[in-house]
T-cell receptor
Framework: LAKTTQPISMDSYEGQEVNITCSHN???????ITWYQQFPSQGPRFIIQ???TKVTNEVASLFIPADRKSSTLSLPRVSLSDTAVYYC??????????FGSGTKLNVKP | DVKVTQSSRYLVKRTGEKVFLECVQD?????MFWYRQDPGLGLRLIYF???????EKGDIPEGYSVSREKKERFSLILESASTNQTSMYLC????????????FGPGTRLLVL
């Protein structure tokens, strides 16, 4: 199993950059690293996915070191609406998604 | 936009009842998944289907079965509901076998009394 480990919770303030790190020591060669965001009473929503180095889209960046045993999701200048649970997962093939337990991000005014 | 819908947002059933959870996606996706989500445990895969009438067990299939008679619809069945099946159930779909991401439905919160 490609187990992922991430902090249970984090606090931040509006306007700050938030970095959430996930460890995935058993990642395999062809696995991808994916992050999802989930609000209460909703299904998870895709944020970003990467294989190595750095990936950036309009909402986040994903940093993956050369050994790929960890990854860091970076959210620039968070707002109150970014308060949510963030899941790190390893994707293996098209049908295996190994979810972590999630990090509850609390953004304060 | 891809839309994945689930038949109920909240459901209350009694122990021993047969429970059907329905999921429909409107984008002709090949692959569909059922997860359950519990506090501290994240999402755990129950079953997935890669084609009509095709299914494979996930990590926790015990006590569940599934049905996929049409491409757009994937049903999760609890043959005899038990209290330990009280949970949030999430359906998801993926177009094919490439690097696409999963699209999730809003979830069904099931309470078994």
């Amino acid at each position: 199993l490609a187990k992922t480990t991430q902090p249970i919770s984090m606090d931040s303030y509006e306007g700050q950059e938030v970095n959430i790190t996930c460890s995935h020591n058993n990642i395999a060669t062809n696995d991808y690293i994916t992050w999802y965001q989930q609000f209460p009473s909703q299904g998870p929503r895709f944020i970003i996915q990467g294989y190595k180095t750095k990936v950036t889209n309009e909402v986040a960046s994903l940093f993956i070191p050369a050994d790929r045993k960890s990854s860091t999701l970076s959210l620039p200048r968070v707002s109150l609406s970014d308060t949510a649970v963030y899941y790190c997962l390893v994707r293996r093939n098209f049908n295996k998604f190994y979810f972590g337990s999630g990090t509850k991000l609390n953004v304060k005014p | 936009d891809v839309k994945v819908t689930q038949s109920s947002r909240y459901l209350v059933k009694r122990t021993g009842e047969k429970v059907f959870l329905e999921c429909v996606q409107d984008m002709d996706h090949e692959n569909m998944f059922w997860y359950r989500q519990d506090p501290g445990l994240g999402l755990r895969l129950i079953y997935f289907s890669y084609d009509v009438k095709m299914k494979e067990k996930g990590d926790i299939p015990e006590g569940y079965s599934v049905s996929r008679e049409k491409k757009e619809r994937f049903s999760l069945i609890l043959e005899s509901a038990s209290t330990n099946q009280t949970s949030m159930y999430l359906c998801a779909s993926i177009p094919g076998r490439g690097g696409e991401t999963q699209y999730f439905g809003p979830g069904t919160r099931l309470l078994v009394l």
